[in-house]
T-cell receptor
Framework: DTGVSQNPRHKITKRGQNVTFRCDPI?????LYWYRQTLGQGPEFLTY????????KSRLLSDRFSAERPKGSFSTLEIQRTEQGDSAMYLC???????????FGPGTRLTVT | KNEVEQSPQNLTAQEGEFITINCSYS?????LHWLQQHPGGGIVSLFM???GKKKHGRLIATINIQEKHSSLHITASHPRDSAVYIC???????????FGTGTSLTVIP
């Protein structure tokens, strides 16, 4: 297994468009996390899954954001009607257990013009 | 409010210097993590600790649970250590990480 992968690595979109990102976690990891990171800041928690169940969502996750993890494997994060303030690095991480070490993907950098 | 505070925000050192980065947190935790982030975004976990001290190569991490404080030390720093170092905690309640804003380290040859 080569670790957590994310696609695409970069996405440039126009304001108002919808975008979808994909995260493939390490195969035996049952926990999957999404974070957002803006320049000069640490990552901020968005949501996490245990297997296919979405167990917690941050207040940062407005109704324009939706995440899924069908079958408890890969996950998608969709942003509808993108705004310039959505420009950030979106990071995915997976872990084997609660509070266990998290393994991060390379991130998807979103630029909304 | 910031559950995790790091200092300094930026640090420049000469190659070979001993470096210390500090992290303080305000919540009860089950573990504290030190992460390294290189330009381009990739994050690598350096340490996960809940007590005492861990060492890996030139990196040493310590934690004082009573004082809610951790330090990351780099001995004999090298330009390839240049990166952002992020402290994160796994709180006792809830399942998310709380992250510090990171310390940007530049080691000059």
């Amino acid at each position: 297994d080569t670790g957590v992968s994310q696609n695409p690595r970069h996405k440039i979109t126009k304001r108002g468009q919808n975008v979808t990102f994909r995260c493939d976690p390490i195969s035996e990891h049952n926990r999957l996390y999404w974070y957002r990171q803006t320049l000069g800041q640490g990552p901020e928690f968005l949501t996490y899954f245990q297997n296919e169940a979405q167990l917690e969502k941050s207040r940062l996750l407005s109704d324009r954001f939706s995440a899924e993890r069908p079958k408890g494997s890969f996950s998608t994060l969709e942003i509808q009607r993108t705004e310039q303030g959505d420009s950030a690095m979106y990071l995915c991480a997976s872990s084997l257990f609660e509070a266990h070490e998290q393994y991060f993907g390379p991130g998807t950098r979103l630029t909304v013009t | 409010k910031n559950e995790v505070e790091q200092s300094p925000q930026n640090l420049t050192a000469q190659e070979g210097e001993f470096i210390t980065i500090n992290c303080s947190y305000s919540v009860g935790i089950s573990a504290l993590h030190w992460l390294q982030q290189h330009p381009g975004g990739g994050i690598v976990s350096l340490f996960m600790l809940s007590s005492g001290k861990k060492k890996h190569g030139r990196l040493i991490a310590t934690i004082n649970i009573q004082e809610k404080h951790s330090s990351l030390h780099i001995t004999a720093s090298h330009p390839r250590d240049s990166a952002v170092y992020i402290c994160a905690v796994s709180p006792n309640t809830g399942n998310q990480f709380y992250f510090g804003t990171g310390t940007s380290l530049t080691v000059i040859p």
